[in-house]
């Protein structure tokens, strides 16, 4: 008996990486999408006036969070 196979296509993963999401979702599976605590998303996405995002977009927004210079 054969099995069924699902390939997945180049275009497939990019239609469902571009996928946005809603802001409160991201935060709410920010440790298993992003590795990261909430309050590191919430630092990440503070004054944005987006209210949705991809994930390749908040994952950028996260490093560039994580690499800021903290003034004293």
Do not use: D, W
Not at 20 to 35: G, M, R, V
Not at 38 to 55: D, K, M, Q, R, S
Not at 58 to 66: D, E, G, K, V, Y
């Amino acid at each position: 008996m054969k099995q069924g196979t699902t390939k997945t296509t180049g275009k497939q993963i990019e239609s469902a990486e571009a996928a946005s999401y809603p802001q409160e979702e991201l935060i709410a599976q920010s440790q298993a999408l992003f590795a990261c605590q909430p309050e590191v998303l919430i630092g990440a996405l503070h004054g944005c006036e987006e209210t949705e995002f991809t994930l390749e977009a908040a994952n950028q927004r996260i490093q560039n969070f994580l690499q800021r210079k903290v003034l004293a």
